[in-house]
């Protein structure tokens, strides 16, 4: 058993912590971008659609089961990494995959979700936005699992958007856990993706990209979203994220459609628009991401929201003036979501909320004893992640037990705080503690220490909370 101390305590303080609907151009008129706009059904028109389909399609709206919120928020979540429970026994392959995983919680992705969907609707905002991977690892019963409670959520008059994440779609890694072994599962499709989500934002949107799952989806207050398919799973799921050459031609066009249409823009994405970290930077940011940039920028689009690194973190471009918010994993400790407050280009604030599975356990009268103080349960089970980490690779270092511990602590603390947006609040201390000296001269050169020196030289904010201007 791993010692916590009064880092741990430290830690655990500080992360608790109006326009009309889209309407169709006439066909006459000889303003306006070419873009065709096509009244149809697309229910039966899952995925990518072929270039004959036509670039954009606009089906009959329906007015939701209850009167539409007049909260003006924006709820916006990543990287809940849902699993059926059909899919496990919860024996020792699924706990397996819980304990020696990255710090997700999957043995209370169920709890979490439904806390947090209870709060979404609770708070009624105009919108719930899910950023990708929304499964564990691309399990079609599993999209189909969410797809379910996120129909409580429109019924509440609630309209939620979706994108896929790396994780989603023909995900090899898709499997149940039986007993002792782990089971192929069906893989999710792109076709099945935009059929299972097709109410969710496929359906109703503006305009779909003929070569990939992005499309254009308006929000009540008639702010345009962007929402833009960075996975690459042609060949499998691949971790990295691109923009194919054929969406930026599609991008283009939609632009223009909003320029001409005089409507404000937020673009999305799962990975990363800039480089938020320098040592996830391969994986995580967008290829060729400076293109991207430059082509938002020049119509004007200055808000990118994205997820991925299950890191709370946001930054910006100032030789574009474009401000990405990354919100951090909802499955990994301090579960958090974002609550963006949007009023056009430059003007927003955002916050971070946690999810208080407490309080939803306790109305559901739930008896697991780690949902009583499931905040305090979620920091000490990703710092254990941590320090179990900077343990195996301290192993090789001439160092004493006792310092190995230390410094495995002092990582391992410095971490739950980044992963919260929160190491500004323990900067000094780290710096200040012999531990961070052992780093220093030891370990420099391991990627552990590296990452270290990365949190420590990052932190120079709250990463929760952001306001423009």
Not at 33 to 39: R, T
Not at 90 to 107: H, I, P, R, T
Not at 395 to 418: F, P
Request: proline share 4%; charged share 25%.
């Amino acid at each position: 058993m791993k010692r916590y101390g009064v880092w741990f305590l430290l830690a655990a303080a500080a992360v608790l912590g109006g326009c009309s609907a889209y309407h169709r151009q006439d066909a006459q008129s000889a303003a306006g971008p070419e873009i065709e706009i096509v009244e149809t059904e697309t229910a039966g028109q899952p995925g990518p659609v072929s270039p004959d389909a036509g670039a954009a399609t606009v089906p009959a709206l329906e007015m939701p089961e209850t009167e539409a919120s007049d909260n003006p928020e924006i709820l916006i979540a990543s990287d809940i990494h849902y699993l059926a429970k059909e899919l496990t026994d919860f024996g020792q392959a699924f706990q397996n995959v819980s304990d020696q995983g990255d710090g997700k919680l999957v043995s209370y992705v169920w709890e979490i979700t439904d806390a947090f969907l209870n709060e979404v609707i609770r708070q009624r905002p105009q919108a719930l936005i899910l950023l990708g991977d929304l499964s564990l690892e691309g399990e079609r019963s599993s999209h189909e699992a969410l797809a379910q409670k996120l129909r409580n959520v429109e019924n509440a008059g609630i309209e939620v958007a979706v994108l896929p994440g790396n994780h989603d779609i023909n995900n090899v890694k898709a499997a149940g856990y039986k007993g002792g072994e782990s089971v192929p599962a069906e893989r999710t499709t792109p076709e099945d993706f935009a059929s299972i989500y097709g109410a969710f934002g496929y359906e109703e949107a503006i305009s779909r990209d003929p070569a990939s799952l992005s499309y254009l989806y308006e929000l009540p207050d008639g702010t345009w979203l962007l929402m833009l398919d960075s996975c690459q799973y042609e060949d499998g799921a691949l971790i990295g994220g691109m923009i194919r050459t054929e969406t930026y031609e599609w991008i283009e066009e939609v632009l223009d459609l909003a320029w001409y249409e005089d409507r404000q823009v937020i673009a999305a994405a799962h990975h990363n628009l800039l480089d938020e970290s320098r040592i996830y930077e391969e994986n995580c940011t967008i290829e060729h991401s400076e293109e991207l940039q430059r082509r938002l920028s020049d119509w004007g689009v200055s808000l990118f929201l994205s997820g991925h690194l299950h890191v709370q973190h946001y930054k910006r471009t100032e030789a574009y003036e474009i401000d990405e918010i990354v919100t951090g994993s909802l499955i990994m400790s301090p579960c958090l979501y974002g609550v963006l407050e949007y009023q056009g280009p430059g003007v927003f604030d955002y916050h971070t909320e946690r999810a208080d599975v407490s309080a939803w356990a306790e109305t559901e009268s739930n008896p697991d004893v780690n949902l009583q103080d499931f905040a305090s349960y979620a920091d000490e089970f990703l710092q254990s992640i941590f320090y179990r980490q900077a343990m195996e690779a301290l192993q090789q270092e001439e160092l004493s037990e006792k310092e190995r511990a230390d410094m495995a602590e002092l990582y391992a603390i410095a971490n739950v705080y980044a992963v919260a947006g929160r190491a500004v609040d323990l900067r000094q201390e780290v710096m200040e503690a012999p531990a961070y000296d052992l780093w220093q001269n030891f370990a420099r050169t391991s990627i552990q220490a590296m990452y270290l020196n990365e949190i420590i030289e990052d932190a120079v904010c709250n990463y929760n909370v952001l306001q423009r201007p």
